[in-house]
């Protein structure tokens, strides 16, 4: 099981970024997949995830601002960030659900003015 997120970056509070994260290694389609994030000093959190179902759960910090999406025929998952605060600050992962032990490097986000 591989999953590579990218798209990370700095933005201002109330800015948007959108997240993508490539799957390799298994039958992508039948998954459910998820965005976690960690903070330093912090467990790592599940902030959003989709089931093969196309059925979505979110944490109540992120709903009404951030969307979770998939495209099977491009093993991807992606994760639109909209209103994004300071708090949101952490580095990002994506992984199936119960996650594999292989989280990939992450990406930044750093919502900061």
């Known amino acids: 099981v591989q999953l590579q997120a990218s798209g990370g970056g700095l933005v201002q509070p109330g800015g948007s970024l959108r997240l993508s994260c490539v799957a390799s290694g298994f039958i992508f389609s039948i998954k459910t997949v998820g965005w976690y994030r960690q903070v330093p000093g912090k467990e790592r959190e599940l902030v959003t995830s989709?089931?093969?179902?196309?059925?979505?759960n979110s944490a109540d910090s992120v709903k009404g601002r951030f969307t979770i999406y998939r495209n099977n025929a491009k093993n991807t998952v992606y994760l639109q960030m909209d209103s994004l605060k300071p708090e949101d600050t952490a580095v990002y992962y994506c992984?199936?659900?119960?996650?594999?032990?292989?989280w990939g490097q992450g990406t930044q986000v750093t919502v900061s003015s």
């Open positions: 989709i089931n093969s179902e196309f059925r979505v």
């Open positions: 992984n199936i659900l119960p996650p594999s032990l292989n």
